[in-house]
Nanobody
Framework: QVQLVESGGGLVQPGGSLRLSCAASGSTFSINFMGWYRQAPGKQRELVAAITSGGSTNYVDSVKDRFTISRNNAKTMMYLQMNSLKPEDTAVYYC??????????????WGQGTQVTVSS
């Protein structure tokens, strides 16, 4: 299994930028998916951006061309660069990773979350 710790959240004005980081430790070699989710008050958690073991990326429409997901080759760090932030981006952002070790069920790990608030 893998342990995840997010950092980098905070308060930013509309139009500003933030970079979230997710540090992964443990069996990172078994990761085959990493992603960033967010949950705003009163709303369901949604997948914002994802990156596969092959490096393919996907984004929810509302953040395309504004957010960029990346990670290092060792899969020990993942990032979310957020530009042109809007008030509707305000949420708790969670780091997620999934993978599988030979002979064991697929595992699914979450970070503790980091608050992003976009407000003037």
């Amino acid at each position: 299994q893998v342990q995840l710790v997010e950092s980098g959240g905070g308060l930013v004005q509309p139009g500003g930028s933030l970079r979230l980081s997710c540090a992964a430790s443990g069996s990172t070699f078994s990761i085959n998916f990493m992603g960033w989710y967010r949950q705003a008050p009163g709303k369901q958690r949604e997948l914002v951006a994802a990156i596969t073991s092959g490096g393919s990326t996907n984004y929810v429409d509302s953040v395309k061309d504004r957010f960029t997901i990346s990670r290092n080759n060792a899969k020990t760090m993942m990032y979310l660069q957020m530009n042109s932030l809007k008030p509707e981006d305000t949420a708790v952002y969670y780091c997620n990773a999934r993978g599988k070790l030979l002979g064991t069920p697929t595992w699914d790990s979450w970070g503790q979350g980091t608050q992003v608030t976009v407000s003037s």
